[in-house]
């Protein structure tokens, strides 16, 4: 498994991670939000939605990954969104995208 993956599954069972399109626009709304990742397969009505939240409140994006992957990943058959709430997971899953998929503000 991919190393960024893993520390997605890691966040996860760590209880850092949120998921679900709802509870992760509140984390981004509340400002609990250190990063959100989205699958490459999502919506353009979802990537649009979650694009123009993070951006509003500058949080950042990482986009990458299908649904099937990052839901894998966490113990899901699949997931589109998550939201990282600690810091130290955000950087580190960050750069994780970073060096999978290259460049990026995250």
């Known amino acids: 498994m991919n190393k ?26 509340n ?8 699958a490459q397969d999502a919506s353009a009505g979802t990537a649009k939605k979650l694009a123009d939240k993070c951006g509003s409140y500058n949080v950042p994006l990482a ?6 992957e990052l ?16 810091p130290g997971f955000a950087r580190m899953i960050a750069g994780g995208f970073r060096s999978t998929f290259g460049g990026g503000e995250y």
């Open 4 to 29: 960024t993956l893993s520390s997605l599954g890691l966040a996860m069972r760590a209880g850092k991670l949120v998921s679900g399109e709802a509870a992760v626009l509140k984390a981004v709304r």
């Open 31 to 38: 400002g609990e939000a250190h990063l959100v990742v989205m």
């Open 63 to 68: 986009v990458g990954f299908t649904r099937f």
């Open 71 to 86: 839901g894998g990943a966490v113990g899901k058959p699949q997931g589109v969104m998550f939201a990282v709430t600690d």
